[in-house]
């Protein structure tokens, strides 16, 4: 299966991914992915279909942005929030930053449109503050968490881990 039909299962999945996963969502795909040669991308799918332990494992050998980018999104998703603002402070600004923040605008701007206080929070800064995305999921795993903040992460969440798969192929 090439890359591009992986991304594609991955995006057809009912419910996004979860902040915190328990499993791998599809084992098919993990074997599928264990084939590709490019590391960046498979730890990018490893990541995108919750398998954790893998993409971590490969993350802690790329020593690039993005390689920093992909430990940063797998340790917010452990969840270990400190050790994911060490590796999001690794990364500096990340060429995936601005669509990730157009992403959440978009969001914003159509299906949680309601979340004003995080609009405002994104509009604050020109810049994508991945800091502040780990913020939010530490705050969502709160038991008080707004369930419609929670999905706008989980819908936020599924771009940016789709924009950085498509930006390693």
């Known amino acids: 299966m090439n890359p591009k039909d992986l991304i594609a299962r991955l995006k ?28 960046e991308l498979k730890s990018a799918l490893f990541l995108w279909n919750d398998n954790l332990a893998r993409a971590h494992e490969i993350a802690q050998e790329i020593k690039t942005q993005t390689g920093s980018y992909l430990h940063g999104v797998m340790h917010r998703r452990e969840p270990d929030y400190g050790n994911s603002k060490y590796w999001f402070e690794r990364v500096g600004r ?8 157009a992403a959440a605008l978009d969001l914003l701007a159509g299906p949680f449109q309601d979340l004003k206080h995080v609009r405002a929070g994104v509009d604050r800064q020109a810049e994508w503050d991945a800091f502040r995305m780990v913020d939010w999921c530490e705050e969502a795993a709160g038991k008080d968490a707004d369930p419609r903040f929670v999905s706008f992460l989980h819908a936020l969440q599924a771009r940016e881990l789709e924009i950085l798969t498509k930006q390693t192929v």
């Open 94 to 101: 990340h060429p995936a930053f601005p669509d990730v923040r």
């Open 12 to 39: 057809a999945r009912k419910e996004p991914a979860p902040l915190v996963p328990k499993k791998v969502w599809d084992a098919e795909l993990d074997q599928e992915t264990e084939k590709l040669p490019d590391s």
